[in-house]
């Protein structure tokens, strides 16, 4: 029972890319609200889509009120409430449909697999969005860049050398 690789690495970036964000964060002494709210946004998302593969309430909700030190708590939480969720998860099980309601009460159906992929690409959606508040800030973002997490090393700047 060893999930796939692919679904694998991309929890492996989620969890590495959500700790460089809230590290940018948290060295940025006068850190934009909305950024924090992103981050936010990211892992209540996270937990909420969680639960609803767990089939249980949410922990929190989608859009949770936190600061910096919060959304560490949170992406804590959800760390390793994910590990045991993907611990337990075999590759058959991607393909199981799980009914649940969206935030504005409508229902769905979606694969297991497709929920877990959702995950990982919304994260990155936001975790860019933040990196550009951090710059527009005159702060430095972390690189949250899948390729920057699989070489080791940030991805190339605009910088020509």
Do not use: K
Request: negative net charge.
């Amino acid at each position: 029972m060893t999930l796939p690789v692919h679904i694998a690495r991309l929890f492996e970036h989620m969890r590495w890319a959500d700790d460089r964000v809230v590290a940018a964060l948290a060295a940025w002494p006068d850190a934009s609200p909305r950024a924090i709210e992103l981050l936010a946004h990211v892992l209540g998302a996270e937990q909420v889509w969680l639960a609803r593969l767990q089939q249980r309430p949410p922990d929190a909700p989608v859009w949770p009120s936190l600061d910096v030190d919060g959304c560490r708590a949170l992406l804590d939480h959800n760390r390793e409430q994910y590990a045991a969720y993907l611990a337990r998860l075999a590759p058959s099980d991607l393909a199981r449909t799980i009914r649940y309601r969206n935030s504005a009460g409508v229902e769905f159906d979606s694969q297991v697999e497709d929920i877990l992929l959702h995950v990982a690409l919304h994260g990155s959606y936001h975790r860019g969005q933040v990196a550009l508040l951090v710059r527009d800030g005159g702060a430095e973002p972390n690189a949250t860049d899948y390729i920057a997490f699989v070489r080791g090393a940030a991805a190339a700047t605009r910088t020509i050398r």
